[in-house]
């Protein structure tokens, strides 16, 4: 049963491929991001889906790991390819393909996320709200043009940093 709760990271000749969510939680023309100490960029609320888990089930689960909040999902909104290279210590200057799926969350009236979380490297994380145009560098990339101004139905996105 140990094997239904590994994160869906699969090698795939030199390489991995990666099946994660990201919740798109904006307020106030803001949206919520992640740092940690071990990076100088920030990402997106969420992370890898675990075996045996639907995309819906582990973004509920990650977004409750990151903030403290329970949250419902109001729609997928994105489904983003991303190819480019690891740069944590397990899989340094790898190749990634990296299929994610990012979900709009439904914003309780109360909202006050709390990050209480680390990386799988013990880097500690916390919470960020940032406009479209901070000089940070944000992933996905995307977020910047379309999290605060959603397109009817799903929109299909592609990164390639090969």
Known sequence: ????????????????????????????GKILMVGNDNADY???VGGRVKFGETAEEAIKREV?????????????GF???NYFYGDS??????????ISFFFYMKL????SPVCTSFTE??????????????????????????????AEGVLHTVTDER
Not at 7 to 22: E, Q, S
Not at 130 to 138: A, G, L, N, R, S
Request: aromatic share 10%; hydrophobic share 35%.
């Open 79 to 81: 489904v983003h390819e």
């Open 1 to 28: 049963m140990a094997a239904q709760n590994k994160d869906m990271t699969v090698p795939c000749g030199d390489g991995l491929i990666n099946i994660r969510v990201g919740a798109v939680i904006a307020k106030d």
């Open 121 to 150: 490297f013990d880097g500690k994380e916390h919470l960020e709200w940032i406009t479209p145009d901070t000089e940070k560098t944000i992933y996905p990339e995307f977020y910047r043009k379309y999290a605060l101004s959603p």
């Open 42 to 44: 920030l990402y997106s």
């Open 108 to 111: 309780p009236e109360d909202f």
């Open 64 to 76: 409750f790991e990151e903030t403290g909040i329970k949250m419902e999902i109001d729609r997928l």
């Open 89 to 98: 210590p397990a899989n340094m200057g790898r190749l990634i393909y990296e």
